[in-house]
């Protein structure tokens, strides 16, 4: 049975953040929220399963009990979600959450008398509702053994207008102590490098609107840790995964190093993605060998003229355009003015997005977007605007059309296709050379997991490239 279907918008993020405390930037940040391994800003979990609730409370009639959810993939924010309640038998009652034909949530709502005691915690007095005030940067190693407490971040009223028929069901402390574990994971522990993975709960004898806390198990392998929770109303424990944080790439200084000054004068490159990861990389190489260096940028303004300032700041030449390869592109690279001699093309959308079906058409088209036709796009502007020098292109293709990762079918096969187009670029224009290399999986933020998976260090990749790029 359907319950409802809502698209979270990012006023709704805004909103949820003040009621919870979580302003956690995976949720509330364009530019940080693609330096995940999302690749985009994602609704808060407990939002939408308070909201699943909330539906579930006109056709549930029995008491609630406990709580059990998994988290199975995430809900992007503007993603159309549909709530259903798959079972209901006397004991227990479960709701899916779903995007298209993907499960994102999946809850179970236990039914029947409250039996749980409030479990005793070593923990002190709580911290104020307005603690911690950014998320905390824990280090792996401190979260084992972490125990504390805090007020809820609103007060009652806050959890019963937001969820009118819960908090008559369950009371509005337990609401808020249902709102108060998004800013458990998201501000706390793991904090501001987290994943919530999933949780099981017993409703308990109402106290205080806080929520104690104690980290029982942190995991080093998976980088998984269980904490257990208490206050409220509620107890029992929760599971989260500690990210890795986003990956720095290497200094301009430290590229320079193991770069043959002036090894590159006379060339002007236009580096395509250059704020981060492999174009960042990219583009302090070349700088450092004495090109000209343009980068560009689809959201990230700010991470883009860091690079510059750093390559600026060791010597090098670079300025910064902004360019989304989604856009029309001739219109938006006549920004730049100088004749382009080198291209490295490094645009992309998130790679491990959620795919709604076993193949999905959306997800297809959009990563054909990016390369294939804004590819060749890309180099007929450069070549169009150009002073009649040939335009040495590079296309990074990957492995992944043979060894992909789980669920990564839509990306091998546009790279599959991106190839093939290389190859008639090569064999029709006399303008335009393409070089192809099928990279390995490098250390980035997207290919970053939680447990490492021996990516390589992308400058003992890219270095090789760009040399190759810029012989004569």
Same mark, same amino acid.
């Given at each position: 049975?359907?319950? $409802? ?35 985009? !800003? ?37 993603? %159309? ?13 479960? @709701? ?10 999946? @809850? ?10 409030? %479990? ?5 007095? +709580? ?5 911690? %005030?950014?998320?905390? %940067? ?6 084992? $053994? ?17 969820? +009118?028929?819960?908090?008559?069901? @369950? ?12 800013? /458990? ?6 904090? #501001?490098?987290?994943? =919530? ?27 998984? @840790? ?6 409220? $109303? ?40 250059? &704020? ?17 260096? *343009? ?19 060791? $010597?090098?030449?670079?300025? *910064?355009?902004? =360019? ?39 997800? #297809? ?31 990074? &293709? ?40 099928? /990279? ?11 447990? +490492?998976?021996?990516?390589? !260090?992308?400058?003992? *990749?890219? /270095? ?9």
């Amino acid at each position: 049975m359907q319950l $409802g279907v809502r698209t979270f918008e990012e006023r709704d993020q805004r909103t949820f953040a003040v009621l919870s405390g979580d302003s956690n930037p995976m949720h509330m940040d364009h530019v940080a929220a693609r330096r995940t391994q999302m690749g985009a !800003p994602v609704v808060h979990g407990m939002h939408a399963v308070l909201w699943a609730l909330e539906l579930a409370c006109q056709q549930v009639s029995e008491a609630f009990s406990g709580l059990r959810v998994n988290f199975a993939g995430p809900i992007y924010v503007g993603d %159309p979600v549909e709530a259903a309640l798959i079972s209901h038998a006397a004991t227990q009652a479960k @709701i899916h959450l779903r995007v298209g034909n993907a499960l994102a949530t999946s @809850i179970t709502l236990e039914l029947g008398p409250m039996i749980c005691e409030t %479990p005793a915690m070593r923990t002190g007095p +709580p911290r104020p509702a307005t603690w911690p %005030p950014n998320p905390l %940067p824990l280090a792996f190693g401190e979260m084992a $053994g972490q125990a504390d407490a805090f007020h809820f971040a609103r007060g009652p009223q806050d959890a019963t207008a937001g969820y +009118p028929a819960l908090a008559d069901r @369950i009371t509005p402390n337990r609401v808020g102590a249902l709102v108060a574990l998004s800013r /458990l994971v998201g501000m706390i522990c793991p904090g #501001l490098h987290s994943i =919530f993975s999933g949780v099981t709960l017993d409703f308990a004898p109402e106290d205080r609107p806080a929520l104690q806390y104690e980290c029982v198990e942190a995991d080093p392998r998976f980088r998984r @840790i269980r904490i257990a929770v208490a206050g409220g $109303g509620i107890a029992g424990e929760l599971t989260a995964f500690a990210r890795l944080p986003p990956t720095e790439q290497p200094s301009f200084a430290d590229i320079a190093a193991v770069t043959a000054a002036g090894a590159y004068q006379g060339a002007t490159v236009l580096v395509v993605g250059g &704020s981060r990861g492999l174009g960042e990389v990219t583009a302090k190489a070349c700088a450092a060998g004495g090109a000209e260096v *343009v980068i560009t940028y689809a959201k990230g303004a700010s991470e883009a003229e860091h690079v510059a300032e750093q390559i600026r700041a060791g $010597g090098g030449r670079c300025r *910064v355009v902004q =360019f989304d390869a989604r856009e029309a592109v001739a219109a938006q690279l006549a920004a730049v003015t100088e004749p382009i001699t080198h291209l490295y093309y490094y645009a992309t959308g998130p790679i491990a997005v959620r795919r709604t079906k076993f193949l999905s058409a959306d997800v #297809l088209a959009d990563f054909m977007r990016f390369y294939t036709t804004a590819f060749v796009d890309t180099c007929e502007a450069l070549v169009a605007h150009g002073d009649g020098a040939r335009l040495r292109a590079f296309y990074p &293709s990957s492995t992944a059309i043979y060894e992909r990762p789980k669920g990564w079918a839509e990306y091998a096969m546009a790279k599959a296709a991106g190839e093939v187009l290389c190859r008639e670029i090569n064999m029709q224009r006399r303008d335009i050379e393409v070089i192809v290399e099928r /990279l390995p999986r490098l250390l980035t933020d997207q290919t970053a997991a939680v447990r +490492p998976a021996g990516e390589e !260090p992308a400058l003992a *990749v890219i /270095l090789p490239i760009v040399v190759r790029m810029q012989a004569p």
